[in-house]
């Protein structure tokens, strides 16, 4: 390392990480760094002499978890900022990884690198559902109560003569009806609605 190893500097600004420092090796050589692995994934963002597989990030995580899953020994290798890894590191790589960047501006510094595959790695594990409602939201309408809703809203409708054009009421009963669904209302939403509904109705026939 640069700046030598044990680094104060690095373990102060581990932040509770130091479990990655405490385990963490030097070797003098790529070779003998990667000698008991069985895949290897070099990290580059420039066009090599080289035939080998390039992945994206967030391909090469899913692969990567894949030989990890099957008991293989995995690793992977950024090379330093200013120049990258050479030709001689990369060919103990089997497996190329390249992250898309604008073109204009290709280059990311080891901190950046590591953060963006870490992340893809992390991903790539991560069961999390893509949408969900935050905790306090409440339980989500049942088809029965958004019915409801709308049979009390429709009532109303009629009554304040908003549907009074028979040619056009089934379109815009059907619009609305698509209108309440796509609202994916809690029950407690649906309640307040209701409540909202009945004391409209009853102003419009206090008027």
């Known amino acids: 390392p640069r700046d030598g190893w044990p680094n ?7 932040s509770g990480a130091d479990v990655v420092l405490e385990n963490a090796e030097l ?41 990890i899953g099957e008991g293989r020994r995995v690793g992977i290798l950024f090379g330093p900022e200013r120049t990258g890894l050479e030709n001689d590191d990369i ?9 898309p960047l604008n073109p204009q501006f290709s280059s990311l510094n080891v901190a950046q690198a590591v953060l963006l595959v870490s992340y893809e790695w992390a991903t790539a594990g991560d069961t999390t559902a893509p949408a969900r409602m935050s905790d306090h939201a409440g339980r989500p309408a049942t088809k029965d109560e958004l019915q409801n809703l709308f049979d009390h809203l429709e009532r109303a409708l009629d009554q304040s003569g908003f549907l009074r054009h028979k040619d056009m009421r089934p379109s815009m009963v059907l619009n609305l009806r698509a209108l309440l669904q796509r609202a994916e209302m809690t029950e407690q939403e649906a309640r307040t609605f209701h409540g909202v509904i009945k004391f409209l109705s009853k102003n419009k026939h206090e008027e």
């Open 27 to 67: 070797f003098d050589t790529v070779a003998d760094a990667v000698a008991d692995l069985e895949h290897v994934v070099a990290t580059t963002a420039r066009n090599r002499e080289l035939s080998q597989r390039i992945l994206t990030a967030r391909h090469a995580a899913g692969e990567m978890r894949g030989w």
């Open 8 to 14: 104060e500097k690095a373990q102060r600004a581990a």
């Open 91 to 99: 060919v103990h790589a089997d497996t190329a990884l390249s992250i």
